[in-house]
């Protein structure tokens, strides 16, 4: 009747149905400090990704900051709303938009934009509109819009050129150098978007001012001003990282 303490315990478990305690202690022990140390590697690898995306997220936000700050201290003295303000000049560039809004509805942008060029017009101030917008889909065509708007504003059709290649500022502000060889323009756009459109022309060697047409005030959307905010700092990457280049500097109008 002589059994080792293991036979004993191991015989004793099995009539009763109870653990007991011969098997060694190290055992188990090992088994709780590896999923000890599996639950501070994870906890670790979590802190590092986390830190890093904050880190990301807050050098974003220093560079989003620091591009508006820039563009708009370097470019907001020449932005104007009265025409008396402007010399004469040869050309104004119209930066297109949607003339209709989600819902059918006139667009304020658009309108506030072609009001703003017919009073060019009257003022006799410029001799050629450049009409650059967007015209990716034959059911979408900017430029073709605002041309009509003019029209109907008593522009004659003889100082209208369509850019149809103007898919964003940045194309629009380039292509107006180098396909229709502008180095000095009148740009009509919203003060929001005068910023960024002036720094493009100084950066590629045009002496621009604005005639600002009318914000819409309650009518515009937090999402336009955001979208504004974040293309600031895109224009920098534009220009000083990505090299940007429109995708055609060919000729292309209606």
Request: a positive charge.
């Amino acid at each position: 009747f002589f059994f080792s303490s293991r036979r004993r315990h191991t015989r004793y478990g099995t009539v009763t149905g109870v653990q007991t305690c011969a098997l060694p202690i190290c055992f188990d022990s090992r088994i709780f400090k590896r999923k000890e140390l599996v639950l501070v590697m994870r906890l670790r690898r979590f802190r590092i990704y986390f830190g890093f995306i904050f880190f990301l997220l807050f050098i974003s936000i220093c560079f989003i900051a620091f591009a508006n700050v820039w563009l708009i201290r370097s470019t907001q003295k020449r932005i104007f709303k009265n025409p008396e303000s402007l010399p004469h000049h040869q050309a104004a560039l119209v930066l297109g938009t949607s003339s209709k809004l989600m819902g059918g509805k006139p667009n304020p942008f658009f309108v506030n934009r072609m009001d703003k060029a017919a009073q060019l017009f009257r003022n006799d101030i410029v001799d050629q509109f450049i009409l650059s917008g967007d015209n990716r889909r034959s059911d979408y065509n900017e430029p073709a819009r605002m041309r009509d708007a003019l029209l109907r504003r008593g522009v004659p059709d003889s100082l209208i050129t369509l850019d149809s290649a103007g898919l964003r500022t940045f194309d629009s502000i380039l292509r107006s150098r180098y396909v229709f060889g502008k180095r000095s323009l009148i740009i009509i756009t919203q003060p929001f978007h005068a910023y960024r459109a002036l720094f493009l022309c100084d950066y590629f060697g045009i002496k621009a001012v604005v005639f600002a047409a009318r914000e819409p005030g309650e009518q515009i959307g937090l999402q336009v001003y955001l979208r504004e905010i974040i293309a600031r700092a895109k224009a920098l990457l534009d220009i000083y990282v990505l090299g940007t280049w429109p995708d055609s500097l060919e000729s292309v109008r209606d």
